[in-house]
């Protein structure tokens, strides 16, 4: 592992030199197959569902900065999370799952895994920092390390602790944090995992997905190559070069969503704000502790319902109503009505998603024209 700077190795690691060319950048190895060295004798990638040179470029950069000896690529982050959680569950097993995570997610574990007969227990992050469930049985624990929507933090640190202790696997979607922000593996989680599609690529313009981890998992090579959901050469290449500026991108999204977050704070318009960041969150202990910067998500909910939500939105000139998260641009939406619309009242309560809560995903735009859109927006409600 190189003890470069995490900038040093954002641009450099990975790269892949072919002697005689001077390549600068991987190349993209558009092929699905590649020749024989002679008859029965393969090279070193044999067909691109199991390997290819791209992609690899990409999964070590990624493993440098994630601090993990080991890594690959999907085709998406649902790719990357159902991969890598079938491995370690089996029928009869039990898992533990907090029941607040992207919602896609939560219906893999609520509506897939138990057709399996894998039996799955829910728990919210307060009750879970607690250590409320240590005198159970379970294979494995699922936890986002900044949830989506509410943005809580769980305590990897502690959890790792514990689940060492009882033989249980930690995974962890660090998906809003980043390997600039944490690194679960190096904090004692098994397996970190990411939607790729937000700040690993950065720019909105493609899906994927990755794993990090130390130990020798070999089913997680068998489940992916099986599932088959490995990425194309073209997909890896824009995301190995997104992942060049993942440090500069950072830094930027960390300071431009605190100064959001602390004007909402401020506002008399707004009900309650969600920021890992804050002084006064609920997690902002557990974040010291497990993050290195707060991440570029905001969430909050407004004074006056959906309506007033609409009409904060609508008065917004920067920001775009989108789904998804981690791009250069700014991006709002409801998750009511977008990224938690399939779950049901029952499963939105169990998770604190009201009506008017407002997630933003705070772009790289200039601080002080994303202070004013929203000073001016708020005072029009
Ligand atoms: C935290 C989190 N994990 C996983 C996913 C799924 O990733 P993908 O859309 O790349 O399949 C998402 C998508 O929004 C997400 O927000």
């Keep these: 592992m190189s003890s470069n700077g995490f900038n040093t190795k954002c641009v450099h690691s990975g790269d892949m030199e072919i002697k005689g060319i001077g390549n600068v950048v991987t190349p993209i190895f558009e092929n699905s197959t590649f020749e024989f060295q002679k008859s029965g004798v393969p090279g070193d990638y044999i067909y691109s569902r199991w390997g290819n040179p791209t992609v690899e470029s990409f999964e070590k950069k990624y493993a440098e900065l994630e601090n993990t000896k080991h890594s690959f690529a999907y085709s998406t982050g649902m790719a990357a999370i159902t991969s890598s959680v079938m491995p370690f569950l089996h029928a009869g097993d039990s898992a533990l799952c907090l029941n607040e995570l992207y919602g896609q997610t939560l219906e893999f574990f609520s509506k897939v895994l138990p057709q399996y007969k894998i039996d799955i227990d829910f728990i919210g992050v307060e009750d879970l920092n607690k250590l409320e469930f240590k005198n159970k049985k379970y294979k494995a624990l699922y936890i986002e390390s900044i949830t989506n929507p509410l943005l809580d933090?769980?305590?990897?640190?502690?959890?790792?602790?514990?689940?060492?202790?009882?033989?249980?696997?930690?995974?962890?979607?660090?998906?809003?944090?980043?390997?600039?922000?944490?690194?679960?593996?190096?904090?004692?989680?098994?397996?970190?995992?990411?939607?790729?599609?937000?700040?690993?690529?950065?720019?909105?313009?493609?899906?994927?997905?990755?794993?990090?981890?130390?130990?020798?998992?070999?089913?997680?090579?068998?489940?992916?190559?099986?599932?088959?959901?490995?990425?194309?050469?073209?997909?890896?290449?824009?995301?190995?070069?997104?992942?060049?500026?993942?440090?500069?991108?950072?830094?930027?999204?960390?300071?431009?969503?605190?100064?959001?977050?602390?004007?909402?704070?401020?506002?008399?318009?707004?009900?309650?704000?969600?920021?890992?960041?804050?002084?006064?969150?609920?997690?902002?202990?557990?974040?010291?502790?497990?993050?290195?910067?707060y991440g570029g998500m905001v969430s909050f909910k407004v004074k006056g319902g959906i309506e007033n939500s609409h009409k904060l939105i609508e008065n917004l000139t920067i920001p775009k109503y989108a789904v998804s998260l981690g791009g250069v641009e700014s991006l709002i939406s409801i998750p009511v009505e977008g990224t938690h619309r399939a779950l049901t009242p029952e499963e939105r309560k169990a998770s604190g998603i009201t009506d008017n809560l407002v997630r933003l995903s705070v772009g790289i735009e200039d601080s002080e024209d994303l202070v004013n859109d929203f000073e001016n927006a708020l005072a029009k409600i």
């Design 153 to 293: 933090v769980p305590d990897i640190i502690e959890l790792a602790r514990i689940c060492r202790e009882k033989g249980i696997k930690l995974i962890v979607d660090a998906t809003f944090a980043t390997p600039y922000n944490q690194n679960p593996v190096s904090l004692g989680a098994d397996v970190v995992l990411h939607s790729g599609t937000k700040y690993i690529s950065g720019h909105s313009d493609l899906l994927i997905g990755l794993s990090g981890f130390n130990d020798n998992y070999d089913d997680l090579d068998f489940y992916r190559k099986t599932f088959g959901g490995t990425p194309d050469a073209f997909q890896a290449f824009l995301a190995y070069r997104g992942l060049k500026t993942l440090g500069l991108r950072i830094e930027r999204h960390n300071s431009n969503a605190r100064k959001l977050a602390e004007v909402l704070h401020d506002s008399e318009k707004i009900e309650t704000v969600y920021y890992p960041g804050l002084k006064d969150g609920e997690y902002y202990k557990v974040a010291e502790n497990n993050l290195k910067g």
